[in-house]
């Protein structure tokens, strides 16, 4: 009862807090941009108002940029609701260099919201292990034109090879989504799911623009699966995170990309718009 009690209160204040939230990180100036003499034009007015020419916009939280421990704080606690069962998104939305796999990954030293996730559900899953079994499943796939890859099958070393499986999206009865032939591996430590994650993100697809030295020519998808068994009960629960980095937005006249890749900013466009519809 105590831990049904929690679960309640835990997740009642995570709804409290919207089922959809949106943060807004600035990025500084580059030393190329700062060089052309660009200036900043948003102010952040407090910690959850943006202004920008006059016009002011609010949000969940914003960032000037902020570090990346505050980043993920705020975000945190959503570990616990996948744990419980609920399925959670995150992703970073914004044109290409402003900064979203810095937000999502990082770098060693300054690591992203998905390593840190990554830390929280094992810390999560260590501290319930007396009452829970706990198993975390990790896959990892990229949106790439309109393919969905596989990242983590060996075919994805050779991408699009016709030995590769074609992943179909569909919806089960229950309402939940599922990928066929998308490969999943059980993780039994942060270290393992940090491979893995290592391991998709060594075959992505990126590619230099105008605009970006490394941009990211893919929407990139990790899916944590936290499935629990009740140790006394033996009822099961499960959860599902998934962190999205999203290719990013851009005008192709700024980014002076060329033949295969206009085709490439083309559909990388198109499928942002549908984020309109959530």
Known sequence: PADIRRK???NMV????????V????????KKEEGQGDTMITNAVDAMTLEVSDQRFGFDSVWTPGTQEEVFDDSKDLVQSAVDGYNVTM??????????????????????????????IFRVTEAGKDRYNFTVMGSMLELYRNDLL????????????????????????????????????????AASLMSLLERGNSKRTVAATAMNSESSRSHLV???KI??????????LQGKILI???????????????????????????????????
């Open 91 to 120: 992703f970073a939305y914004g044109q290409t260099g402003a900064g979203k796999t810095f937000t999502m990954y990082g770098v060693p030293g300054k690591e992203g919201t998905a390593p840190r996730t990554i830390e929280e």
């Open 222 to 224: 990790l899916i944590i």
């Open 150 to 189: 596989d990242l983590l099958s060996k075919e994805a070393h050779g991408k699009g090879k016709s030995d590769a499986k074609k992943l179909n999206v569909r919806q089960e009865k229950s309402g939940s989504v599922m990928i066929e032939h998308l490969t999943e591996e059980q993780c039994t430590s």
């Open 227 to 236: 499935v629990s068994v009740n140790r006394e009960t033996k009822a099961q």
């Open 244 to 278: 999205v980095d999203l290719a990013g937005s851009e005008r192709l006249k700024k980014s002076q990309v060329e033949a295969h890749m206009q085709k490439e900013a083309i559909e990388i466009n198109k499928s942002l718009t549908a984020l309109g519809d959530v």
């Open 14 to 21: 995570e709804d409290l807090k919207g089922s959809i939230r």
């Open 23 to 30: 943060y807004c990180r600035i990025r500084p100036l580059s």
């Open 8 to 10: 309640k209160l835990h």
